[in-house]
Antibody, heavy 122, light 110 residues
Framework: QVQLVQSGAEVKKPGASVRVSCKAS????????IHWVRQAPGQGLEWMGW????????NYAQKFQGRVTMTRDTSITTASMELSRLTSDDTAVYYC???????????????WGQGTLVTVSS | QSALTQPASVSGSPGQSITISCTGT?????????VSWYQQHPGKAPKLMIY???NRPSGVSDRFSGSKSGNTASLTISGLQAEDEADYYC??????????FGGGTKVTVL
C-alpha cells in the first residue's frame, strides 16, 4: 500500500536547524509531488511548499523562503525538509504528503505521513 | 498569507446534516476548481475527504459531499455519525503558486 513514513521527534535549540525525512513506498516515487505541511500545537494546518521528486524542482511558501530547503534522494525514495534559524514559533508537527501526479496547483494530498513533532526550546 | 475563512465550530445531532463553509476570494476558491477537504481526528494525520471541489476518493463515505458557489466552498455531512466528530480543513490553490488552508472547523456530534 502507498505509505509515507517520517523520521522521529526532534528537540532543537533556538537558532538551530532541523531536518525531517519522509520515506515513500508502494508507488513510483518520481511520479508524484511531495508537499510539506505543519501544524502548531492546537492550531490549524499551514502549507510550507512542495518538491518534484522527478526533477528536484521546488516551490516554497513565501513565509518560509530563505529558511526552508526541500530535497529528495530517488535512490532511497526519500524526501527531506530542512528548516533553519528555528524559533519557538516553529514548534509544530511537520507532515509530508503525497501530492498530485502532474498538477501541482491541485491541493490533493493523499496519503499523509504520520507526522514529526519538532520542539524548539532553550 | 491569510487563511481561508471557516467557522470555528459546527454541531449537529446524529442523523442530521451539517454544512461547513470555506470562504476565500477570486484569487483562490472563486478562481479555480481546486478545493479539497480534510478530516483530522485528534492526534492523527489529516485524511483526504473531497478533492476538485466535489469528488470523493475511493473509500470515503458518500455521506460526504462538496460544492462551490462563487468564492465559497462547502462540505456537507449527511446522516451525521459519532465517528464524524473531528476537525475539518479546506484547502485551495491561490494564484501565485501557493496553496492555502482554512483555519479549521471543529465538528461536534451532540
Amino acid at each position: 500500500q502507498v505509505q509515507l513514513v517520517q523520521s522521529g521527534a526532534e528537540v532543537k535549540k533556538p537558532g538551530a536547524s532541523v531536518r525531517v525525512s519522509c520515506k515513500a513506498s508502494g508507488y513510483t516515487f518520481t511520479d508524484y509531488y511531495i508537499h510539506w505541511v505543519r501544524q502548531a500545537p492546537g492550531q490549524g494546518l499551514e502549507w510550507m511548499g512542495w518538491i518534484n521528486p522527478y526533477s528536484g524542482g521546488t516551490n516554497y511558501a513565501q513565509k518560509f523562503q530563505g529558511r526552508v530547503t526541500m530535497t529528495r534522494d530517488t535512490s532511497i525514495t526519500t524526501a527531506s525538509m530542512e528548516l533553519s534559524r528555528l524559533t519557538s514559533d516553529d514548534t509544530a508537527v511537520y507532515y509530508c504528503a503525497r501530492g498530485h501526479s502532474w498538477n501541482v496547483q491541485n491541493p490533493w494530498f493523499d496519503p499523509w505521513g504520520q507526522g514529526t513533532l519538532v520542539t524548539v526550546s532553550s | 498569507q491569510s487563511a481561508l475563512t471557516q467557522p470555528a465550530s459546527v454541531s449537529g445531532s446524529p442523523g442530521q446534516s451539517i454544512t461547513i463553509s470555506c470562504t476565500g476570494t477570486s484569487s483562490d476558491v472563486g478562481g479555480y476548481d481546486y478545493v479539497s477537504w480534510y478530516q483530522q481526528h485528534p492526534g492523527k494525520a489529516p485524511k483526504l475527504m473531497i478533492y476538485d471541489v466535489s469528488n470523493r476518493p475511493s473509500g470515503v463515505s458518500d455521506r460526504f459531499s462538496g460544492s462551490k458557489s462563487g468564492n465559497t466552498a462547502s462540505l456537507t455531512i449527511s446522516g451525521l455519525q459519532a465517528e464524524d466528530e473531528a476537525d475539518y480543513y479546506c484547502c485551495s490553490y491561490r494564484s501565485g503558486s501557493a496553496l492555502v488552508f482554512g483555519g479549521g472547523t471543529k465538528v461536534t456530534v451532540l
